[in-house]
């Protein structure tokens, strides 16, 4: 990026996933809000353009893109939908571990059709014992010859149910961190089964459940990396992924204010159109400079992240922290310059709404990312 100003063909990237949000996601987004609809066969449309891989490399199918990239692709696709977005954005994530990690082997049996999503891939980090606190996880791999043997929960998992490939964090060692491993999981493996579509306050277009392990047996060929580090790859996996549900914060918040901005201007009270009162336009202004802070700052730590800055971890837990509060604000004060007609679903507020509060809590929560960015500043 060059200074505060991005180049022709990050522009030409952003213009293409905000059109494809405008064309193939936002028409049916509410529809498939109310009727728990997950639009498989849309996002790999998206993956046909390139964005199933977004930074996966180039000799196995991915478009081999940037970080920044990748926060222009998500923040465009949220303002069709952020849920759509945010499922892209963990998919993405969990085929860059393989990409990263991966033996040779592993890399091209699953990141072609990942790319593609003809597998769809999810993120099994989070425990009903075990969320903020990750590295207290409790699901254990004990090696039995080639295979390991699980046996344990996974809770909140994005995509459980309809996925394929289930980036798995087990312990396969000693308590805490050193003791975990990451296993890739395919979902027809014997021994995995899950919980029932959870119900929640938002993102209802794709699925949320809990992944079941009783003695499933994995090969250790499908283990990334060595014993030992899965807590490091699960954390590296983090700092994009942070970055990433920024990114569909913004986006969402964006077509609140877009759609309030159009409200504003039709609605009248008091003898002339909301736009006009000077109260509203201030409230507008604010929006508009918090969304643009958050924006910029998101965009910085995005570059610093491709960089290799060795304050990407912090910067990436400030601006993940920063855009989904500003996000969920810029929703809220929208849903709120909309007066009774926002509590409509029809207008589509009360939606982004709904689905821009969770991402204050997934990806760590915005007091986990304080403690990262506290532990920068004082060395502890």
Not at 307 to 317: I, N, S, Y
Request: glycine share 12%; proline share 3%; charged share 25%.
């Amino acid at each position: 990026m060059s200074l505060f100003a991005l180049p022709d063909d990050q522009v030409a990237i952003r213009d293409m996933a905000r059109d494809f949000a405008a064309e193939k996601i936002a028409p049916s987004a509410l529809h498939w809000d109310e009727h728990k609809i997950f639009p498989v066969d849309v996002m790999r449309e998206a993956a046909a353009l390139g964005m199933g891989g977004v930074y996966v490399s180039e000799d196995v199918g991915g478009s081999g893109l940037s970080r920044l990239d990748a926060a222009l692709i998500f923040e465009a696709l949220a303002t069709g939908c952020p849920t759509v977005s945010a499922y892209l954005s963990i998919h993405n994530m969990s085929a860059w571990m393989i990409d990263r990690y991966g033996s040779e082997e592993q890399r091209r049996r699953w990141l072609p059709a990942l790319c593609t999503m003809e597998l769809l891939a999810s993120y099994c980090l989070t425990e009903p014992g075990s969320g903020s606190d990750a590295a207290a996880l409790r699901t254990t791999a004990k090696r039995d010859g080639d295979d390991y043997v699980l046996n344990g929960a996974k809770q909140f998992i994005s995509g459980a149910g309809a996925g394929d490939l289930y980036m798995v964090m087990v312990r396969t060692g000693e308590d805490g961190p050193k003791g975990i491993s990451t296993l890739v999981v395919l979902g027809n493996t014997p021994g995995l089964s899950h919980g029932p579509n959870e119900r929640k306050m938002g993102w209802n277009a794709q699925p949320t459940r809990q992944v079941i392990f009783e003695d499933c047996r994995v090969p250790v060929a499908n283990r990334l990396g060595e014993e030992g580090i899965g807590f490091r790859i699960a954390m590296a996996g983090l700092d994009g992924g942070r970055l990433n549900i920024g990114a569909c914060s913004l986006g969402g918040a964006q077509a609140a204010l877009d759609k309030t901005l159009a409200y504003m201007r039709e609605r009248k009270a008091f003898g002339q159109r909301l736009d006009a009162f000077q109260a509203l336009q201030f409230r507008l202004a604010d929006m508009a400079t918090e969304l643009e802070a958050a924006r910029v700052f998101l965009y910085a730590a995005a570059a610093g992240y491709d960089r290799g800055d060795p304050d990407a971890t912090q910067r990436c837990a400030m601006a993940k922290r920063f855009a989904t509060d500003i996000g969920f604000q810029v929703a809220n004060d929208a849903l709120q310059l909309h007066g009774g007609y926002g509590y409509l679903s029809e207008y589509g507020i009360e939606k982004i709404v709904r689905d821009l509060r969770v991402h204050q809590i997934l990806e760590g929560t915005n007091e986990i990312m304080r403690v990262i960015i506290a532990r920068g500043l004082v060395g502890r």
